[in-house]
């Protein structure tokens, strides 16, 4: 008999990308599971918590792949990047939000980026328990080039001493510095502004800063082992990205059947995040303002190669610019429907893009992203199939049960419990 209580789920229908496993017992044990296995577990123990799922779904916690925990209406004020708001108050909002995400099933989080070092402080206070927040992978600010989008809205006559979000840099030598600066700062995963366009003020054609450049980032980055992603949105900077060998290309519109060939075979990740330009082109529609139908044409491209991207084994991932105009944080599992519906992404792949894919992102595959012996226990239960309907992800009441290792952030499971007295009754096994 162990010595500490274990938990017990009998007839779960373990969900993750390798797909469905139905009629299963996952025990855990502390932060980990211990078993996954077909049938009843015999040697239940009177302390052990037994919790009989009747075939409801228990699937790994998702992974939201691009975050901006400190984003807020971004975009509804001519402020410069970054400083729409008080360090502090961005820092509670960042609390705030990393929170709803973990609530909405979200057990990790990669960011793209946040200003004064808030996601390294908001990593420091979640590992010490000062609010519940997903494992997270702390980002930047965007490493980019004097007068790339996001640092015109620094107007020069401003003479802004503070720079927000924008770490501005020419040359390889200062992109060398940025990125040993922010690593130094707490960030894990660097963002550079490779190209305009994507809610950006600069066209998707502009490319922001040189090969060079770029490349002496990157490689600055990989020598004190973090990761560089690119807010990239056409295919020329797409080919240079992957030239260079980035890690992460974001948005990637203008994918193109060579790049979804060379990204596949590389490994690079790619987070398509059409969500935002989707409901910032609903938004202008009905403004009356008129751009909404352009981007609704660039949305409709990039969703057309998706699928193509998907088949050929890109690594997709979930995540978006939720807290931009338009798309406010608190409803993330609603980007799995849209790729499901919008683009024909079979269900079991966007989950697979939420849950391995961005395991393998945060580099903890081994311990991650799927239901499995010895990873660690995140973990959700869903009252549903969400291959039969993907959309219960994002109805709360659904989500019975969140786990972060092994600790519960939400627990409904009381009703499905089987007390002690009925177990050695013999009407459970
Ligand atoms: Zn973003």
């Known amino acids: 008999m162990p010595s500490l209580p274990r938990l017990i789920f009998r007839a779960a229908n373990v969900l993750d990308a390798d797909g469905t496993r139905p009629g299963s017992t996952v025990v855990v044990e502390e932060r980990r599971i211990t078993v996954v296995q077909q049938g009843p577990i015999l040697d239940v123990g009177p302390l052990d918590r037994l919790i009989d799922l009747g075939g409801r779904t228990l699937m790994p916690g998702m992974v939201s792949s691009h975050f901006h925990a400190t984003y807020h209406e971004l975009g509804s004020r001519p402020t410069p990047f970054g400083l729409e708001e008080p360090p502090a108050l961005q820092a509670v909002r960042a609390a705030n939000n990393l929170e709803k995400l973990l609530r909405c099933g979200f057990t990790g989080a990669v960011s793209a ?200 084994g890109v690594k997709l991932l979930c995540g978006d610019d939720y807290g931009a105009l338009g798309l406010p944080h608190g409803h993330y599992a609603d980007e799995l429907e849209f790729y499901a519906k919008e683009a024909g992404i079979p269900p079991l792949d966007v989950i697979t893009w939420a849950t391995r894919n961005g395991a393998e992102l945060m580099g903890r595959s081994h311990e991650m992203g799927s239901i499995r012996s010895g990873n660690l226990a995140d973990m959700l239960v869903v009252d549903g199939d969400p291959l039969a309907d993907i959309s219960i992800l994002q109805d709360e009441a659904r989500l019975l049960a969140i786990m972060k290792g092994g600790a519960f952030v939400k627990d409904e499971l009381a009703p499905l419990e089987i007390p002690e007295r009925d177990r050695v009754s013999g009407a459970v096994q």
């Open 113 to 312: 980026g946040a200003p004064f070092a808030i996601d390294a402080a908001m990593k420091l206070a979640i590992a010490e328990g000062l609010f519940p927040g997903p494992r997270l992978m702390a980002g930047s600010n965007d490493v980019s080039t004097t007068g790339h989008a996001g640092d015109k809205s620094f107007p020069w006559y401003w003479e802004v001493q503070a720079m927000g979000a924008i770490n501005r840099c020419d040359g390889p030598a200062e992109f060398r510095r940025a990125v040993r600066q922010e690593i130094k700062q707490g960030a894990e995963i660097i963002k550079m502004f490779v190209t305009g366009g994507h809610g950006t003020v600069a066209p998707s054609e502009q490319i922001e800063m040189t090969r060079d450049e770029l490349s002496a980032g990157i490689e600055a980055a990989h020598q004190r082992g973090a990761l560089v992603r690119g807010h990239i949105a056409n295919r020329e900077a797409i080919h240079l990205a992957l030239d260079v060998g980035i890690d992460v290309i974001d948005h990637g519109d203008g994918l193109d059947d060579t790049a979804i060939e060379r990204m596949a075979e590389s490994g690079t990740f790619l987070v398509p995040s059409q969500l935002f330009p989707k409901r910032f082109a609903e938004m202008m529609d009905g403004s009356g303002l008129g751009f909404g139908a352009s981007m609704a044409r660039d949305i409709e491209r990039a969703l057309d190669i998706l699928p193509k991207a998907n088949d050929a």
